[in-house]
């Protein structure tokens, strides 16, 4: 089925759409920090994707600049969060591009 994940003052939190209960799955406070659900850290999330298969959620940490991954697999309170890299910039994407087009 669907899993409802919002992003909510630095939190990324479940809606169970059956009762209207919200649980905060990873993410506690303003910051970063790669750990296990609400230990981790994040600044400003945005957007979340979640794989078909529903094991794992990408989530844009905007205030940090990173893609973000959680591991959805298992219990929600057991979300572990990784840093997957940076988000690319005007900047970056068009040094990329022009190293690109020499080859």
């Not at 899993?3 to 939190?13: A, G, Q, W």
């Not at 303003?30 to 945005?46: H, I, S, V, W």
């Not at 990408?58 to 205030?63: A, K, N, P, Q």
């Amino acid at each position: 089925g669907d899993i409802p994940l919002v992003t909510e003052f630095h939190k990324i939190r479940i809606v169970d759409l059956n009762n209207g209960t919200v649980t905060t799955v990873a993410g506690s406070a303003q910051g970063m920090l790669e750990d296990t659900g609400t230990l981790a850290e994040f600044d400003q999330p945005r957007h979340i994707a979640v794989s078909p298969d529903t094991f794992t959620g990408l989530i844009s940490d905007t205030g940090n600049h990173r893609i973000r991954k959680i591991d959805l697999h298992g219990a929600f309170g057991a979300c572990k969060c990784q840093d997957c890299g940076t988000l690319f910039t005007a900047s970056s994407s068009s040094s990329s591009s022009s190293s690109a087009g020499g080859r």
